[in-house]
């Protein structure tokens, strides 16, 4: 089946240490995304990628850091940067960077501190 | 700057009755409305969207309504069942940023039998 899967479902940080959370895709989308979403508010964009070894800064994209070396993935790096990192982490991606396409995401990834 | 209100934040209903929820958006540019259902521990899934130069569409029990002028589009759930519970977010493109889709807080609907 194609789509988006995001590895792990739940992750632990320790002080002071980077994670990375994992985005794949076999949908053959141009883009992809990365949302994060706390309690009681919407999602909110982190970084997003048009292309290969392209991306862009999103909204919050301090104490984060990603790339794009691959056309299906999509990493993310949570830095030792990010003073509050607890949140549920969502990674999507469409068909074309313009003009209004569907994102499909996948089932996310819980990150706490430890 | 951008902004997309979503209201109400809880929604609760009887089983069968219809469920309304309500957006409204800051570009009188935007072109592109998406509705996102997300059920618990789930990512968002797409159930159905709206482009700027369509008024009304529908799929099954569900519509979506655009009112371009005043600036809001809602969500029309019919004879709604306890599958229906969720969390729905709304979400606009706004001019000017590609395919970054801005999204509102989201409504808790809770269909109750």
């Known amino acids: 089946d194609g789509g988006i899967t995001q590895s792990p479902k739940y992750l632990f940080r320790k002080e002071g240490q980077n994670v990375t959370l994992s985005c794949e895709q076999n949908?053959?989308?141009?883009?992809m995304y990365w949302y994060r979403q706390d309690p009681g508010q919407g999602l909110r964009l982190i970084y997003y990628?048009?292309?290969?070894?392209?991306?862009q800064k999103g909204d919050i994209a301090e104490g984060y850091s990603v790339s794009r070396e691959k056309k299906e993935s999509f990493p993310l790096t949570v830095t030792s940067a990010q003073k509050n990192p607890t949140a549920f982490y969502l990674c999507?991606?469409?068909?074309?960077?313009?003009?209004?396409?569907?994102?499909?995401f996948g089932d996310g990834t819980r990150l706490s501190i430890l | 700057g951008e902004n997309v209100e979503q209201h109400p934040s809880t929604l609760s209903v009887q089983e069968g009755d219809s469920a309304v929820i309500k957006c409204t958006y800051s570009?009188?540019?935007?072109?592109?409305f998406p509705w996102y259902k997300q059920e618990l521990g789930k990512g968002p899934q797409l159930i159905i969207d709206?482009?700027?130069?369509?008024g009304e569409k529908k799929d099954q029990r569900i519509a979506v309504t655009l009112n371009k002028t005043a600036k809001h589009f809602s969500l029309h759930i019919t004879e709604t069942q306890p599958e229906d519970s969720a969390v729905y977010f709304c979400?606009?493109?706004?001019?000017?940023?590609?395919?970054?889709?801005?999204f509102g807080t989201g409504t808790r609907l809770q269909v109750t039998l």
């Open positions: 999507a991606s469409s068909m074309q960077s313009t003009g209004g396409q569907p994102q499909h």
């Open positions: 990628s048009q292309i290969v070894n392209d991306f």
């Open positions: 709206i482009r700027s130069n369509v």
């Open positions: 979400a606009a493109i706004f001019t000017g940023t590609a395919s970054k889709l801005t």
């Open positions: 570009d009188s540019a935007s072109n592109y």
């Open positions: 949908l053959n989308h141009d883009a």
